[in-house]
Each structure stands twice: as C-alpha cells, then as structure tokens.
C-alpha cells in the first residue's frame, strides 16, 4: 500500500508553530464514518435527487473520475433510457462538472448500452469502459436480450471527451446469454512482444437459469495489437454464498473501491423471489477480510439503510467514487444510487447523487511551558506519528508507541533549532 501523510505539525524554535501540507489530502474514512456516509444522503454536502445531465438524460450508475488539464474537474459515465417504438434503448453517456453536482452531457460513448463503469490504469494514462452491450436491437429499436460484456480503450482524458475509442472487445459469454454489470477491480498496462496492453481482473453478473449470480474474471492482453485477449471468467462462488447467507436471492451490479480503513464492495441485491419486484431491492457493503482486490468470499456482509427525506426504501446501482473535493483541500466521496418507483418516497423515484467532503484535518498542537501536545482524531489512530528535526527533507523516522493513539507529548529542547511532525499510514 502507499504511504500516506497528513499536514506536518512544524515547531520552530519555541515560539513559532504554523502547519503545513507536504502532500495532496488523502481519502481516509473509517468504517464508522463510510457506513454513515452510505445511510445518510441527508447529511450530505450536496445532494441530488432525479439526476440529470444539461439535456435531461437519466445519469443511472455514474461513475465519476477526476480530469486534469481540462476545464472541467470531473467526469461521469453513466447510461440513461430512450423510449423507441417498443421498449427502451439504452445508451452510455458522458458528462462533465467542477461542482459533482451540476452536468454538462458531452457525448455518447456507447449505444444499445448500459451500466458503465470506468477505471485508470494504475501504470499509466490509459482509461478503460466496461459496460453491458445489448445485441438485439438493431440501430434504433429497444435494447434486448442476449446481453455480453464490452471494453473500450481511451489513451487518455482527451481521447474520453473526445469519443476517440482506440480499441474494443466484447468478452464471449459465460454460462448464458445474460451477462451485465460488468466493474473494473484492477487494471494494468503490460508489455507484451515489444506492444502494450491492458490486464485487468472484474467483475459481473450472469443469469444461471434460477436468478443471478456474481462472478469475476481475469482479462489479460485487452488491445493489444496482434489481438489474442484473453478471457477466465469463474464464479465468485463464496462470495455468492456471503451474501445468499444474508438473505440474499438475487446478486446484480456492484463496485469497489479502496480507502485507508479497508477494500470494500457496494453490492445490490435482491431480497425476494428471483427476478421479482423491485421493491424488494436493496443494497450492501460487503467489507473485505483478505488483502485481495477483488472478493474471495472472505469477508462480512452489512445491509445498508440510506434515510431520505420521504422515506425511499428500494435501492440499487450503488457506485461510489473518491475524487478531489471541489473546494479545498483533501477528497470527496460521490455516491449513486437508483431508488425503483416500487420503493420510493414522494418525488424520490430515480437517481440519487451525492457527495460528502472528506476533511482532513490537521495536527493539535498545545504547548504548556516546555511540554509539546499533539493530537488528532480518533478515526486515525491507526496511523502513527512521524518526526525529524532541524530541516524538512526526506528523512523521516516514526515515534515508538504512537500507533494506535490520538495523542503525544514531548519535552521542547532548547537546543534543537526546528522539529518536523506528520502522521503516516501504515
């Protein structure tokens, strides 16, 4: 895991304390906190409900990523509904934002598609797209069955905005022809024969003849020139079986994400018959208990509650994104869910964004005489406190016994010129 640091108490002299921030803020939570996030859209920062982009379009299970260099901060993928002559077509949009709340639509990405999600490589600027391709249709009827999973290749934010897919593969089915909610766990450029390409492990959902399934697989040599992708798909069998456990009858769309305090899922399930109602619908965090990056099985299951204003009670297509904040320093947690009309309160059917900051506070500093005091939130005491004196470079060294509190104390020396401290984790 990377190192990470929060603002660095300075102590210079004996009369001078100022702080400053040798880092870009982090996303650190506790399980605490990420729960109460996840229940309590009402608590938010900002929130909206009935999302729509600048020309109306649904903005269902976005998914957003920080832009660097463009004149928006973010960018969100997402898929809205299109009444045609028998149905609906789906489509797979882009938008743009400095706010995480307000959308401008930029273009579509993908038609006669669905459910999207979106990741960076970890190597480098590559973006990929997976979403749920329909293939009947045609080019302007409903989006039906079979359904299969769909990759595309952006070099970068400009290719994104810009539409410019430099390579696609759709993967071969897995034990149906109803594949869908496909998410990224990890992605990495590899070099194979002198060309790059992508592996990647994800995960999905298929029908198995009686209600759905998770299952992930192992992608290996996505757009490499010479073609040749590779495709290991299994089921997520005792994750399945976590969640079957909690009541569970039917698994659909999921996503992942990382955070100091653990890896966790954000998981939709069905609580009914298979392929039943919708207001049997809710959704999950499922906590990983390994160091895996994507779920093995051994991990816990807690039925999340998000309260709103009128009492929705049906939720799915939880995603969740950790992106810079919008104002200040440190990170904001952006969070989606789709509330089904069959569990809504008044005027609460749709999508729901929302976001909270993510602070990042600063060391407390107390000096009575010649004692130094810093302390900091209990939500870090995981972490531990780091020193070094006189000059503010590389060298820091960690304080014994100051992992697992929220406080220390030392003796000012009046023979050292300044002292430097930070938090550090792990």
Request: glycine share 10%; aromatic share 14%.
């Amino acid at each position: 895991m990377t190192d990470r640091f929060l603002p660095t108490a300075v102590i210079i002299g004996l009369l001078c304390l100022t702080a400053i921030s040798d880092k870009a803020a982090i996303a650190f939570v506790s399980y605490n906190t990420l729960t109460n996030i996840l229940n309590s859209p009402m608590s938010a920062t900002a929130s909206v409900y009935n999302a729509e982009d600048s020309q109306g379009n649904e903005m269902t299970c976005a998914k957003v990523i920080d832009l660097t260099g463009q004149a928006a901060k973010y960018a969100a993928v997402y898929y809205s509904p299109y009444a045609v002559s028998g149905g609906y077509r789906y489509k797979v949009n882009l938008a743009t934002s400095s706010d995480l709340t307000h959308w401008q639509f930029v273009r579509t990405l993908a038609d006669n598609a669905d459910m999207p999600d979106i990741k960076q490589v970890s190597n480098g600027s590559w973006l990929i797209l997976t979403h749920e391709q329909w293939i009947n249709g045609g080019t302007d009827g409903p989006s039906t069955a079979p359904c299969q999973i769909a990759f595309d290749l952006f070099y970068d934010t400009t290719d994104l905005l810009n539409g410019t897919i430099r390579a696609t593969w759709l993967a071969p089915s897995y034990v149906s022809d109803l594949n869908g909610t496909p998410n990224i766990y990890e992605a990495n450029l590899a070099l194979y024969t002198n060309y790059w390409a992508a592996d990647m492990v994800v995960g999905f959902h298929y029908w198995n003849g009686t209600q759905d399934e998770n299952g992930y697989a192992t992608v290996q040599k996505f757009a490499l020139p010479l073609g040749g992708t590779y495709w290991d798909p299994t089921n997520a069998l005792v994750y399945n079986q976590d969640f079957a456990n909690a009541g569970v009858n039917d698994l659909g769309l999921r996503d992942n994400f990382s955070i100091s305090s653990g890896t966790y899922n954000v998981q939709e399930g069905n609580l009914g018959t298979p392929g039943g109602t919708w207001d049997e619908w809710r959704v999950f965090l499922y906590t990983y208990g390994d160091t895996n990056i994507w779920p093995t099985g051994d991990g816990t299951v807690l039925q999340l509650s998000p309260q709103t204003p009128n009492g929705s009670f049906s939720f799915g297509a939880p995603c969740v994104s950790i992106v810079t904040s919008p104002v200040g320093n440190g990170n904001a947690m952006f969070v989606h869910y789709f509330i089904f009309a069959q569990g809504a309160g008044a005027g609460e059917a749709g999508d729901l964004i929302y976001y909270y900051n993510l602070s990042v506070p600063g060391l407390v500093t107390k000096i009575s005489g010649d004692t130094l005091t810093l302390s900091w939130p209990s939500d870090y005491a995981t972490w531990h406190l780091e020193v070094q004196t006189n000059s503010l470079g590389t060298n820091w060294a960690a304080i014994p016994n100051t992992g697992g509190s929220d406080s220390y104390t030392n003796t000012i020396s009046s023979t050292t010129q300044s002292v430097f401290y930070r938090l550090a984790y792990p």
